[in-house]
């Protein structure tokens, strides 16, 4: 499938910018043939799907008399067959959905958790209510009638600040609001096995995006600390392989360059439109994914803004 990037800069270009082009994975038409859908075994409890089917990375967590799910993707086809297989597997229903930030590769499937308490923190409640009016919902309903020609926007009807936890007897799932990725970005962990679900806090084994108009990259930096002191040995990213602590100190030492980088710049009277230019900008060695100079763009004119901010 071909990925228009639009010119104008509304939320909703954002969001489907957000969406495709975080992707590493190409779009598939074999790939989303729904027989194929698997999840990878995390531990005992917990299972992720982390082979870009679903664009932004989900998960599930198997409690004694219920299963919690994280994210839902981007097609809902894709989730509802995601959803099946997981109460299959485990012989449990979904009672509970944690949504980990409001991007559309994460949020898009929430139609199939209709039934479930959706659990977010407040300003991705406030986020997704204020962007999904029913004319952009029916836009993208035209714009991908393949995809969303259905699609019916779900908001989360539990909202926390700060954390939240959910526990049985044997697992604890403390959700911990940090934001830097997004206002409103959380992670999930799981104490008793060790497991962090980070949602887009971190991008595993590529380049981040931080250029939501919302992201604050110093909120971030605190994200990736306070994510590594847990020690947790095994972490699911919203994008890229399921990785540990080693990845999230690589992506926390790449986010501190970038910020220092900046405060360089903008100390020594940089603009803002010489930044396109700007040769030296920190960089990882990771293939490029979709559109990257484009986001890339993106996420250095939104450090510019926030560094200037802090630093005026
Ligand atoms: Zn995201």
Redesign the pocket.
């Given at each position: 499938m071909l990925i228009k990037v639009m010119e104008s800069s509304s939320l909703l270009d954002i969001l489907f910018r957000?969406s495709f082009l975080?992707n590493p994975y190409k779009y598939s038409k074999e790939i989303t043939a729904i027989s194929m859908f698997e999840f990878e075994k995390i531990t005992d409890s917990i299972w992720a799907h982390t082979k870009g089917e679903t664009f932004?990375h989900v998960a599930f967590v198997k409690l004694k008399d219920r299963l919690v799910f994280i994210d839902t993707g981007y097609y809902p086809k894709v989730i509802k067959e995601a959803r099946k297989i997981a109460e299959e597997m485990t012989g449990l229903t979904v009672k509970q959905l944690i949504i980990t930030?409001h991007?559309g590769?994460?949020i898009l499937g929430n139609q199939v958790f209709e039934d479930c308490e959706i659990i977010s923190s407040k300003p991705i409640l406030k986020i997704l209510s204020a962007y999904w009016t029913e004319a952009n919902t029916e836009n993208l309903r035209k714009r991908e009638p393949e995809s969303f020609s259905d699609l019916r926007i779900v908001l989360p009807n539990k909202t926390f600040e700060g954390d939240y936890t959910i526990t049985d007897d044997n697992l604890t799932l403390k959700i911990v609001q940090t934001n830097g990725?997004?206002n409103g970005?959380s992670f999930i962990f799981i104490p008793e096995e060790e497991v962090l679900i980070a949602?887009?806090l971190l991008f595993a084994k590529e380049v981040p995006?931080f250029g939501?108009e919302t992201t604050d990259p110093y909120l971030w930096i605190d994200a990736y600390k306070k994510m590594i002191s847990l020690s947790p040995k095994i972490i699911v990213p919203?994008h890229g392989p399921v990785c540990n602590v080693e990845e999230m100190k690589e992506q926390l030492d790449y986010m501190g360059k970038c910020v220092k980088w900046m405060e360089n710049f903008v100390n020594k009277g940089g603009k803002k439109e010489d930044l396109e230019i700007a040769e030296n900008f920190p960089m990882l060695d990771y293939d490029p994914y979709d559109n990257f100079e484009l986001l890339f763009n993106r996420s250095k004119n939104r450090t510019y803004d926030v560094v200037k901010e802090k630093l005026t």
């Open positions: 957000d975080h932004g930030h991007h590769d994460h990725h997004t970005s949602g887009d995006y939501d919203g």
